[in-house]
């Protein structure tokens, strides 16, 4: 029989001290809140870096070619790739599409109101798939009806000059002399980033060909999306090393900097938070172990005295503090992953897009994380445990049973 664990757990279940217990109720929630607020922290934190990232990716790719020139304007200069390029895009095991794209400034013209917007246009290869996931009302283009000049803008534009899907409206291109097209509404979407939703508007690149005079097969630039986001250096240098010389390319996080330096400190914010919630944790523990030791001073004497050894008595105490860090522990995953789950599946909880390019907030749950948490607040009680157990040793067997 382990006679340490038997003593252990006689105290934990069988204690009739009024003061330890609530102190040890104490210790408990406070592990239980540190790794429920742990949970949630990394949780939360990774769902937003994710739909962030995915809403930006979504929308400019991931990797952008373009012409190499001296133009600084917002509209790339035309380009034809070369079979060469276009071969290394097709075989690329790493990349999940590509498509061409253009873009030209405009100003939107209907209700008595004007707007400006950054024309974006596509062709048939474009993957629809993140625009489907914010349509707020109508469809994607449906490039093989031609009759008229179909048109997906944002939400805020809709909003700003009053109009719907179905409707029409007339479009000036910028330039010398101006161009002016009619277009009809097929679809409004909401990416929720408020430089996406204010200055862009999805079309066919064929419009920009026609009111550029360039050639069918001219493009202003290339849209790449990889597989694996977490490889986007390295496929980025790849990408560019393998361009033909009058071509470059940039990766989204060279694109939208500002972005993804916010994003990147977030991770900082959250390592600070859990140092915060780990130290609560411990003090909780420490203090509870501390108070049940002072109690315990006769019992601790009268095993001393029966010739028990002062690591023993260490061990009887740590497998109760452990025991506790256990039942907050699995408290706090309870709490941490109900209030996670809740979340996922009903978004109650929300946020002003506005400021965080997200109407709710976020929750990515990863296993790992969760597993890591637990083993590191265990790991860290028991380590930092072992100091008030030392005092222990300090215990006079006469001293602890004449002890009041």
């Not at 560019?240 to 996080?253: D, F, M």
Request: glycine share 6%; net charge positive.
């Amino acid at each position: 029989m382990n006679i340490e664990y038997f003593i252990a757990r006689r105290i934990a279940i069988k204690s009739e001290r009024t003061f330890s217990k609530l102190i040890v109720r104490i210790a408990i929630a406070g592990v239980m809140l540190s790794l429920a607020v742990m949970i949630l922290s990394v949780a939360i934190i990774k769902g937003f870096k994710t739909e962030i990232q995915d809403k930006v990716r979504g929308f400019i790719g991931d990797v952008q070619i373009y012409r190499f020139d001296l133009n600084g304007s917002f509209e790339k200069s035309p380009f034809v790739p070369n079979d060469t390029t276009l071969q290394y895009l097709k075989n690329n095991p790493n990349l999940q599409s590509y498509y061409p794209f253009a873009t030209k400034p405009a100003i939107i013209s209907a209700n008595g109101e004007v707007e400006g917007v950054n024309f974006k246009g596509i062709d048939r290869t474009y993957d629809w798939r993140f625009i489907k996931k914010h349509l707020i009302s109508g469809r994607v283009i449906n490039f093989a009806d031609s009759s008229a000049n179909q048109i997906l803008i944002s939400e805020y534009t809709a909003n700003r000059l009053k109009l719907k899907t179905g409707d029409s409206f007339l479009m000036h291109f910028v330039q010398n002399p101006p161009k002016i097209r009619k277009f009809k509404i097929v679809g409004v979407y909401s990416v929720g980033i408020e430089n996406i939703d204010k200055n862009f508007a999805i079309g066919d690149i064929n419009i920009i060909r026609s009111v550029n005079k360039w050639q069918p097969n001219q493009m202003g630039g290339i849209e790449v999306r990889i597989k694996d986001f977490t490889q986007l250096k390295p496929v980025a240098d790849d990408v560019y090393a393998n361009l033909e010389l009058k071509l470059r390319s940039r990766s989204v996080k060279e694109s939208t900097p500002e972005i993804f330096t916010w994003l990147s400190l977030l991770d900082v914010n959250t390592k600070v938070l859990l140092f915060l919630m780990m130290i609560v944790g411990v003090i909780n523990m420490v203090t509870a172990l501390l108070i049940m030791i002072l109690e315990r001073t006769t019992m601790i004497g009268l095993l001393k005295a029966m010739g028990i050894s002062d690591f023993s008595v260490m061990k009887i105490f740590l497998y109760n503090a452990i025991y506790l860090v256990g039942i907050g522990l699995v408290l706090g995953n309870i709490l941490g992953l109900g209030l996670a789950y809740f979340q996922q599946y009903s978004h109650v909880f929300k946020l002003e897009q506005t400021n965080y390019y997200l109407s709710y907030v976020p929750i990515e749950i990863h296993f790992i994380d969760v597993l890591l948490l637990n083993v590191a607040t265990i790991v860290i009680c028991a380590l930092v445990l072992l100091i008030p157990s030392l005092l222990v040793s300090r215990i006079s067997p006469l001293k602890a049973i004449r002890f009041k």
